[in-house]
Nanobody, 123 residues
Framework: VQLQASGGGLVQAGDSLTLSCVVSGRTYGNYAMGWFRQAPGKEREFVAAINWGGGSRYYADSVKGRFAISRDNAKSTAYLQMNSLKPEDTAVYYC?????????????????WGQGTQVTVSS
């Protein structure tokens, strides 16, 4: 299974960005997807997760109300819509696949990872 994340960039505070993550290769049935981020010198942290059907979505408190996760299973793609971006959102953003119908907030419960896309928010 391979994941390809894209859509990062340099934006100003208050701007919006949409990240995409395309999944290719074989997965064993339905799977959950997650977005995590890692800033320099910090541990990887949970951002958002979604189950296969899209009816269950989890968010970190720091992004709730500003970010929205979604997916299009026909395109094997997940999205992270990020609005009202803040400098503290600056990080490398990673998408991930969990071979389970249940999303998780724990990075160690995900099976596959993308290469990451850099998001930089200037003040």
């Amino acid at each position: 299974v391979q994941l390809q994340a894209s859509g990062g960039g340099l934006v100003q505070a208050g701007d919006s960005l949409t990240l995409s993550c395309v999944v290719s290769g074989r997965t064993y049935g339905n799977y959950a997807m997650g977005w995590f981020r890692q800033a320099p010198g910090k541990e990887r942290e949970f951002v958002a997760a979604i189950n296969w059907g899209g009816g269950s979505r989890y968010y970190a408190d720091s992004v709730k109300g500003r970010f929205a996760i979604s997916r299009d299973n026909a395109k094997s793609t997940a999205y992270l819509q990020m609005n009202s971006l803040k400098p503290e959102d600056t990080a490398v953003y990673y998408c991930s696949v969990r071979e389970s119908i249940v999303p998780s907030r724990r990075p160690d419960e995900y099976d596959y990872w993308g290469q990451g896309t850099q998001v930089t928010v200037s003040s």
